[in-house]
């Protein structure tokens, strides 16, 4: 059973602090990771991709790789309440079957 | 970007009706289409992957015969509710991805509520 696991929050911090996400995986194949946006009702949107271990950085967003450790987080710097959402990890699973595997997200809340 | 496209965005059909569910990617061919149901506060569940041209790969405890999908073209994938009972009142969501590419695209979503 491959398996993505998140913390499934709620996670709360102030307006302009640093949100961490974290996300573990069980497939130690899997190549590829994602994070995903969703707001109440709506569809996810992508936010980051990372492929390689380390850190990756677009704007105020950074998504880190340990593959080691099967581990991935997003930071959130300067969080804004429109960053208010539930965050989905995803893996994209090994072999031949090209699927996302996602976890159960994380409720984040930015208080102004 | 890539754009994926669903229709309808909501549907409400009565008890015991089919109600198709149409995918467009509208700016790339869309080799794989993947199908997710998402209940409240739940996460997506992939339901089915699907290939253009061959049959779809359901996942485990989802019933092909209730849940008919096609992907007759590389842009085009659907999804067929059959014989709906209000349990199958979800969000439903496709997403798509393009030749060896590993980003995945998701469409805007369907609210199916069965009545």
């Known amino acids: 059973q491959k398996e993505v696991e998140q913390n499934s929050g709620p996670l709360s911090v102030p307006e302009g602090a640093i949100a961490s996400l974290n996300c573990t995986y069980s497939?130690?194949?899997?190549?590829?990771f994602f994070w995903y946006r969703q707001y109440s009702g709506k569809s996810p949107e992508l936010i980051m991709f990372?492929?390689?271990?380390g850190d990756k950085e677009d704007g105020r967003f950074t998504a880190q790789l340990n593959k080691a450790s099967q581990y991935v987080s997003l930071l959130i710097r300067d969080s804004q309440p429109s960053d208010s959402a539930t965050y989905l990890c995803?893996?994209?699973?090994?072999?031949?079957?090209?699927?996302?595997?996602f976890g159960s997200g994380t409720q984040l809340t930015v208080l102004p | 970007g890539a754009v994926v496209s669903q229709h309808p965005s909501r549907v409400i059909c009565k008890s015991g009706t089919s109600v198709k569910i149409e995918c467009r990617s509208l700016?790339?061919?869309?080799?794989?289409m993947f199908w997710y149901r998402q209940f409240p506060k739940q996460s997506l569940m992939l339901m089915a992957t699907?290939?253009?041209?061959?049959?779809?790969?359901?996942e485990q405890g989802v019933e092909k015969d209730k849940f008919l999908i096609n992907h007759a073209s590389l842009t085009l994938s659907t999804l067929t509710v059959t014989s709906a009972h209000p349990e199958d009142s979800s969000f439903y969501i496709c997403?798509?991805?393009?030749?060896?590419?590993?980003?995945?695209?998701f469409g805007e979503g369907s609210w199916l509520t069965v009545v």
């Open positions: 995803a893996v994209f699973s090994s072999g031949s079957a090209r699927q996302l595997t």
């Open positions: 997403s798509a991805t393009q030749g060896t590419g590993n980003t995945i695209y």
């Open positions: 497939d130690r194949g899997s190549q590829s």
């Open positions: 990372i492929y390689s271990n």
């Open positions: 699907s290939n253009e041209g061959s049959k779809a790969t359901y």
């Open positions: 700016d790339f061919q869309a080799t794989t």
